[in-house]
Nanobody, 125 residues
Framework: QVQLVESGGGLVQAGDSLRLSCAAS????????MGWFRQAPGKEREIVAA????????YYTNSVKGRFTISRDNGKNTVYLQMNTLKPEDTATYYCAADRWRAGIQYRVNEYEYWGQGTQVTVSS
């Protein structure tokens, strides 16, 4: 059974940092792209960052460029999202996602096969 389990969310103040982790099990994801999405109340789920299968390429949505960093450790079957200089508008539930077989970055929710349960990030002003 494939599982993605996120951790690392919490309540922080504006300007603080958090590091999200997504541990995968049930199969190896070293050969596929993975991503982080977020969804705020009343809004659609949106991509935050994504990374290619072996970490050679990354993507960030404009609002997090320069503040967030996505990385992966294929030996641990884990992907990370380092979030610095957090802002109240970063408040959302953050989800980890994995493609089924593609190595290149995907941008849309429906392009990812596997999803975690989400971890809440709340940034107070």
């Amino acid at each position: 059974q494939v599982q993605l389990v996120e951790s690392g969310g919490g309540l922080v103040q504006a300007g603080d940092s958090l590091r999200l982790s997504c541990a995968a099990s049930g199969r190896s994801f070293s050969g596929v792209a993975m991503g982080w999405f977020r969804q705020a109340p009343g809004k659609e789920r949106e991509i935050v960052a994504a990374i290619t299968s072996y970490g050679g390429g990354t993507y960030y949505t404009n609002s997090v460029k320069g503040r967030f960093t996505i990385s992966r450790d294929n030996g641990k079957n884990t992907v990370y999202l380092q979030m610095n200089t957090l802002k109240p508008e970063d408040t959302a539930t953050y989800y980890c996602a994995a493609d089924r077989w593609r190595a290149g970055i995907q941008y849309r929710v429906n392009e990812y096969e596997y999803w975690g349960q989400g971890t809440q990030v709340t940034v107070s002003s």
